[in-house]
Nanobody, 123 residues
Framework: QVQLVESGGGWVQAGGSLRLSCAASGRTLGMNAMGWFRQAPGKEREFVAAIRWSVGNTYYTDSVKGRFTISRDNAKNTVYLQMNSLKSDDTAVYYC????????????????WGQGTQVTVSS
């Protein structure tokens, strides 16, 4: 089992920045990838970004390219999501996820999920 705990959410004005963190614990040795998803009120959960745990290559949904950056610190078992130039459309609960299966980063199925952290962008 892998446990995930997100932090760093909050309220920010449009154009501002936030940095989300997700700390993994438990059986982290076998992790293949970690990702960020979000769910806005009344909408389905959507993919935001993913990173290959071993080599660090990344993958983003089009709406956040150039604004969000996913990174990881293997020593701390932590993945980050730096969010810049935030828009009101970015308002959502952001979830961290981990996968142990070997799969392409465009595969949006994950094995473990965090509880989520709220991000509110005020216009």
């Amino acid at each position: 089992q892998v446990q995930l705990v997100e932090s760093g959410g909050g309220w920010v004005q449009a154009g501002g920045s936030l940095r989300l963190s997700c700390a993994a614990s438990g059986r982290t040795l076998g992790m293949n990838a970690m990702g960020w998803f979000r769910q806005a009120p009344g909408k389905e959960r959507e993919f935001v970004a993913a990173i290959r745990w071993s080599v660090g290559n990344t993958y983003y949904t089009d709406s956040v390219k150039g604004r969000f950056t996913i990174s990881r610190d293997n020593a701390k078992n932590t993945v980050y999501l730096q969010m810049n130039s935030l828009k009101s459309d970015d308002t959502a609960v952001y979830y961290c996820a981990a996968r142990v299966r070997i799969a392409v980063l465009g595969d949006f199925t994950y094995d473990y999920w965090g509880q989520g952290t709220q991000v509110t962008v005020s216009s």
